[in-house]
């Protein structure tokens, strides 16, 4: 029987400490409340604080007496509004591209365009630590797949070199890695894609409002905007909103639109979250105290949880850093703690991260106030080794 699978599945997991469960929270800026306590959020990918913000709720609410609820149809039928089109226009030249095509989520987009532009003829080369969304779109477009070493191109180049097939060959990275806090090797990556000629995909979901100047993301960041073809992102992490987006050449563009059969066979994302998006990337692109806001509290953190004896691992120019646990049961024993002292950072464990390195997440958002931070320092318990 099917159902005693899934309830000795469940039993399995529970007796690990990974199992997963759904909890009620209520959400308010900076803090949400669940079971009743109000507890500073770092948990949230809305690092901006935008997701709240009176200006999106504005952009949204006209946008919804104007279009109505939904798209009503896939973009190619009768659900292309000309709000799409304005904030296409918008990502591509915030991400000085040619184009920009927009999906109703990250996930659709990364599955969407991997599918396209991948075939059984092809070799896909994806850092081991890429986004779930990607594995998925590589095993749906039937291309062999390899793992180069995390953030790794001379791991790459070896693999590219060995490789003799006639296909395409495609590497696939995050910008930023959400869960390491890391940025990839950008003009390192670049240049071993040119010189094998590999298209080379970078999925800034994390990056996208967050790292470069204007938050224009990882490749801005590196200033490499112009030497990667396939530029992911996402409305839904600090642009406060939801969606997925790829900018690029025309071309690009066009034959995603032929091709990619998430964008193709799926309703238009619905014209509110494309004009709260586009009032998103206006804020995001003008307001840099945000972003620097994000810095000093990520940086005193750091520090902070470094002196009480805890490794922290991610880069400054992340907007998240991670405190390392180790077993699973360790880091959800933390959690609990923090939870009871008035903090919210959930414990990331297996599967999402590799066995034996079971970490704390914490993502600080530009509407944390000093005290909000402070806070979240004082319900760390000190850590003796
Ligand atoms: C969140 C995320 C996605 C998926 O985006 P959604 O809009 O949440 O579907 C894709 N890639 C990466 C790296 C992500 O972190």
């Given amino acids: 029987m099917i159902c005693a699978h899934w309830s000795q599945a469940l039993d399995r997991l529970a007796a690990r400490h990974l199992k997963r469960e759904l909890r009620l929270v209520e959400r308010h800026g900076s ?10 959020n770092l948990a949230s990918n809305d690092y901006l604080g935008l997701a709240s913000d009176q200006r999106l709720i504005a952009a949204a609410s006209a946008a919804l007496e104007r279009y109505g609820v939904g798209a009503g149809a896939s973009r190619l039928l009768a659900g292309n509004f000309s709000i799409h089109e304005e904030l296409e226009a918008a990502l591509a030249e915030f991400k000085r591209a040619e184009a920009a095509l927009v999906f109703s989520s990250g996930y659709a ?7 396209a532009l991948a075939t059984p003829r092809d070799h896909l080369y994806l850092d081991e630590l890429v986004h779930a969304s990607i594995h998925d779109g590589a095993r749906l477009s039937g291309a ?54 590999a298209l080379l995909v970078v999925d800034d979901a994390h990056g996208t409002g967050v790292v470069g100047p204007a938050g224009r993301g990882t490749a801005a960041h590196f200033g490499v905007e112009n030497r990667v073809p396939v530029q992911m992102g996402t409305l839904s992490k600090a642009l406060g909103g939801q969606g997925g987006f790829v900018a690029g050449s025309r071309q690009l563009i066009q034959f995603l639109i032929q091709r990619a059969r998430s ?7 619905a014209p509110v979250l494309a004009a709260a998006a586009l009032e998103a990337l206006r804020i ?16 005193r953190l750091a520090s902070a949880l470094a002196a009480k004896g805890y490794e922290v691992r ?42 034996g390195t079971s970490r704390i997440r914490l993502a600080p958002i530009a509407t944390h106030t000093a005290e909000q931070i402070e806070a979240v320092i004082a319900a760390f318990p000190e850590k003796t080794r």
């Fill in 263 to 269: 964008f193709i066979y799926s309703t238009g994302i």
């Fill in 284 to 299: 995001a692109e003008g307001e840099e105290w945000r972003r620097e806001t994000i810095k000093r509290q990520r940086e």
């Fill in 314 to 355: 991610g880069e400054l120019e992340a907007p998240m850093l991670l405190v390392m646990m180790g077993e699973a049961e360790a880091a959800l024993e933390l959690a609990r703690a923090l939870e009871t002292a008035g903090a919210y950072a959930p414990a990331i464990r297996p599967p999402t991260v590799p066995h």
């Fill in 144 to 197: 062999r797949v390899e793992r180069f070493r995390h953030a790794d191109a001379n791991d790459l180049e070896r693999r590219l070199r060995e490789n003799a097939s006639r296909g395409a060959r495609i590497v696939v990275t995050d910008g930023v890695f959400s869960m390491d806090g890391d940025l990839a090797p950008l003009p390192d990556l670049i240049a071993v894609c040119e010189r094998h000629d």
């Fill in 31 to 40: 803090v949400i409340v669940r079971d009743g306590r109000t507890l500073v």
């Fill in 109 to 115: 987009t990364n599955v969407g365009i991997l599918m």
